[in-house]
């Protein structure tokens, strides 16, 4: 009786009727703009972006969804509103606002079984928070199990009218926000079991084509020649990283993940899942098509037939595909050589171990191929772990998930060591609330506290790699410190870190009446109201591999 989604499951044996010729998904460049105050309406329509059609979780019909641009010191209130239906996925939901502190406001952070319970079906939750100085490239996603992975994702950018790098480029908007995805022709709620399963493709600004597909629209970015563009590429995979270039242009990187960085030229870079970069791309090059190369690290990926590509094309140029050369890249981005612009300088001692508070976590893989964090798989509470630090625990061996949850003082600098001692690697590692020091990058022996790159989302590496992380405990509530590979957090990659938790609810604005109606909305569900194919979605598993998870419990 699984016949049906097995075929839509397998690419070997896709009916041609599954196949259309042109995507239903809109370039960038036609996607409409909101603004920090708007409404997100969570809903499934099918959709083809790379010419397969599947039923997919989306942000206004679109993938991705909408930008959302805002204006350094805006205030936003974001409503998301759940109109899901299709229960072979999630029809309960969450969005976290990727790179925002959301100081004072963690009920606002989105953030599934940390921060809030999510959303029921027919209900809407209204995010409302400040970013205080913030700027940058951020982007907001499902935050609820792995349902990002079908397609929950969209770019989210606050412009500053004073950004100090500002002359280096002529043209930041809506065109130049580039999107780099994976995107997968079985839902994630079957493909959550599948331990190692693969992307079908990688999209560009919501287009792509899948190897043996047809020849799907690719993505156009449009220059003009001799102007200059700020390009923000925004990495909203579920797994893959990926190696990003454009044929014949150098980019000058400015931005890592919302901090400006000291311009950085190469001719290529590798962007982890959550990662964002700006670069100023030079149109410099005669008028003419050129690829844009984005390579995700998996096997046999290629660019064969205009797979993980996308056009940037100059104004005058024809209609037709590139003919360019992928060149062997000679400059190729070292994190290391990147360097906070704006107060440069790790905060407390220097030297390893010199902080306040030194933490090492050890990440491993037990024989179910469940990740631990010393020895701990982490399990999602039932109770998030701002509802229970407001209802008054504060004990950290109160506190559940039963060790997961790290408690920190408040306004202590804190060096974090994560090392890899099993296989999956690189992971890309994220820590809600805060940017962070890279004082070591994965892979080198050097510690740099006088001018690292600040970010938020840092490669850990692979097995026998360490990365290293200083910031200070300046933002009260609980933050996820997790890997951005959503399998793997799936998997138990995570823990919490419970900044300061006697003080708040002091520390904290006024909690929405409509944040407290959350749990006992979602507490009263049945299982089928979840929605995630039950048991049938396990068993279409058990027919793509052997290798599968065991099933997580109903809720």
Not at 391 to 416: C, F, H, R, W, Y
Not at 498 to 525: G, H, I, K, R, Y
Request: proline content about 7%; overall charge negative; hydrophobic content about 40%.
């Amino acid at each position: 009786m699984f016949n049906l989604i097995l075929i839509a499951s397998l690419i070997s044996s896709i009916d041609a009727a599954a196949i259309i010729s042109r995507s239903q998904s809109y370039p960038l460049s036609q996607r409409d703009v909101l603004g920090p105050k708007t409404t997100l309406t969570v809903a499934n329509k099918v959709i083809a972006p790379d010419g397969f059609e599947r039923s997919a979780t989306l942000v206004g019909g679109t993938f991705p969804g909408p930008l959302i641009a805002a204006q350094k010191g805006d205030d936003f209130a974001i409503e998301v509103a759940n109109q899901l239906t299709d229960t072979s996925m999630f029809t309960t939901t969450s969005v976290h606002w990727h790179g925002l502190y959301q100081n004072g406001t963690s009920y606002a952070d989105g953030t599934s079984s940390v921060t809030q319970c999510p959303i029921a079906q027919n209900s809407s939750f209204l995010h409302s928070f400040s970013t205080q100085n913030q700027a940058g490239t951020f982007w907001y996603h499902s935050h609820y199990s792995v349902q990002y992975c079908d397609g929950l994702r969209g770019p989210l950018v606050i412009y500053d009218p004073e950004d100090p790098q500002a002359y280096m480029y002529d043209v930041d908007d809506a065109s130049t926000v580039i999107t780099l995805a994976d995107w997968y022709h079985t839902e994630a709620t079957v493909l959550r079991y599948v331990i190692g399963n693969v992307a079908s493709s990688t999209l560009v600004n919501g287009l792509g084509r899948y190897a043996g597909g047809p020849m799907s629209d690719l993505a156009v970015i449009s220059v003009e020649q001799g102007k200059r563009y700020r390009m923000r590429l925004i990495s909203m995979s579920c797994d893959p990283n990926f190696q990003f270039s454009i044929d014949g242009h150098n980019m000058t990187i400015i931005e890592a993940d919302g901090q400006a960085t000291e311009p950085l030229v190469v001719d290529q870079l590798q962007i982890f899942a959550g990662q964002r970069y700006s670069v100023v791309l030079v149109a410099d090059q005669p008028v003419e098509n050129y690829w844009v190369r984005n390579l995700p690290n998996t096997a046999n990926a290629s660019f064969e037939g205009g797979t993980n590509s996308a056009i940037l094309r100059y104004v005058g140029a024809p209609q037709v595909e590139p003919a360019t050369v992928n060149a062997t890249s000679t400059n190729p981005l070292q994190e290391t050589n990147l360097h906070a612009l704006i107060n440069p300088g790790a905060p407390g001692i220097p030297g390893y171990g010199n902080a306040d508070i030194n933490l090492n976590l050890q990440v491993s893989v037990d024989n179910a191929s469940n990740f631990l964090i010393n020895n701990v798989t982490f399990t999602p509470p039932t109770v998030p772990v701002l509802l229970q630090i407001l209802s008054g625990t504060q004990d950290p061996t109160q506190l559940m998930p039963n060790e997961s949850v790290i408690i920190l003082e408040a306004n202590k600098v804190v060096e974090l060591t994560l090392s890899t001692t099993g296989p999956g690697g690189p992971h890309p590692i994220h820590l809600h609330g805060h940017s962070f020091d890279v004082v070591q990058s994965a892979g080198n022996s050097t510690f740099n506290y006088a001018n690292p790159v600040r970010r938020d989302v840092v490669s850990a590496g692979s097995l026998g790699q360490q990365m290293v992380i200083r910031w200070v405990t300046d933002n009260s509530g609980p933050w996820f410190l997790h890997c951005h590979i959503d399998w793997h957090l799936e998997a138990g990659f995570a823990v919490v870190l419970a900044e300061n938790p006697t003080d708040t609810t002091s520390n904290m604005n006024q909690v929405p009446a409509a944040w407290d109606q959350l749990c006992p909305a979602f507490n009263a569900l049945t299982p089928s109201q979840l929605g995630g194919g039950g048991l049938n979605a396990y068993e279409t598993a058990a027919n793509i591999s052997t290798k599968l998870y065991p099933p997580p419990p109903s809720k």
